[in-house]
């Protein structure tokens, strides 16, 4: 808001900052005769026990509850954006998204319907593999916050545009969009990548506002021309931000754009008196009047 300049668009990171950032798994699926949904969970919360990764904490939750000893885990590897990959015994396994698979050249046909039909209710889906080989899927939801659907129709009268931002894949991505009624969304952007799209913007002239919480959205955070930080997020959001919003609420970032603009008038209001007086008074003074 620099300048007067409205903002034209307020861009949200997906996970933690519209939606409440607490993963659990909903559906887990066995795509191989071996492998029993049991122990699919239990192979992928060994490698995601390694993780710090919001969806790893569900995954390792969720098989906690069958009550199974989770596999010693060697050559571990965190693929940022995308998954993790590790070695059980002498077995390889990954789990990730769909993409992570098609790196590693793993077909995923097999489970291709029941994923897409898990993605299209919004809910995020991993696959596992091990030795190359599809052998389940696991679907993890993440509620929408509260507040989130009329912050964006808010936003939309003032005519301004919303985007979300994500690394989630693109079906996904436009479930949450559509549920939470933003415009337009930016999916499967890796973590580093999310500052370019903030960028890709503003070259089309447009004033960007951007909203997250996480470690890989400060750089956007700084790169937008007003970084708004989700006061429960990580210090480095919190300390990148311009303004934070201390509990998080999607509809404080509309309180914090509308209270921008008032402070913006009362300062023209301000200097504008400031000014009338002393082209008024200085003269009179000067005369001695
Ligand atoms: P977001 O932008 O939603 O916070 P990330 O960029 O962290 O998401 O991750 C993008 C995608 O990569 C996730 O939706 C998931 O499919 C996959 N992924 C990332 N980390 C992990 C992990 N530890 N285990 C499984 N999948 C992961
Ligand atoms: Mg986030």
């Known amino acids: 808001l620099e300048k007067g300049k409205k903002i034209d668009v307020v861009v949200f990171d997906k996970t933690g900052t519209l939606t409440e950032g607490k993963p659990r798994v909903t559906d887990a699926v066995s795509c191989a005769e071996n492998f029993t949904i049991e122990l699919v969970l239990l192979l992928s919360a060994s490698l995601e026990k390694l993780s710090e990764h919001p969806l790893a904490q569900a995954v390792v939750s969720a098989a906690q509850e069958k009550h199974g000893a989770l596999q010693e885990v060697h050559e571990f590897e965190n693929l940022a954006g995308r998954g993790v990959r590790g070695r059980i015994g002498n077995d390889l396994l990954l789990v990730g998204s769909g993409r992570l698979m098609r790196e590693f050249g793993i077909s995923t046909e097999v ?3 029941k994923m ?23 679907a993890i939801a993440d509620t929408l916050k509260e507040g989130a659907k009329e912050a964006m129709e808010k936003l939309h009268r003032a005519h ?9 894949n693109e079906r996904t991505a436009q479930a949450i969009a559509k549920e939470a009624g933003i415009q337009k969304v930016f999916a499967q952007v890796l973590p580093q990548d999310k500052a370019e799209k903030i960028k890709t913007l503003q ?18 955070l700084v790169q937008a021309d007003l970084g708004i930080a989700i006061g429960t997020g990580t210090d480095i959001a919190i300390e990148a931000g311009n303004i934070v919003l201390v ?3 999607p509809l404080k970032v509309v309180e914090a754009l509308a209270l921008a603009r008032i402070t913006f008038r009362t300062i023209k209001q301000n200097m504008f008196w400031a000014f009338f007086y002393n082209i008024a008074a200085l003269p009179l003074a ?3 009047l």
């Open 160 to 168: 301004i545009e919303t985007v979300m931002i994500t690394g989630d």
């Open 116 to 138: 897409e039909e898990l993605e299209n209710q919004a809910k995020t889906v991993i696959a596992v593999s091990q030795n190359k080989k599809i052998i389940g899927i696991i």
């Open 286 to 288: 000067a005369f001695g």
């Open 247 to 249: 509990k998080g609420h």
């Open 111 to 113: 489970c291709k319907q």
């Open 203 to 220: 070259r089309e002239g447009l004033k960007v506002a951007f909203v997250g919480d996480g470690i890989n959205d400060a750089p956007a």
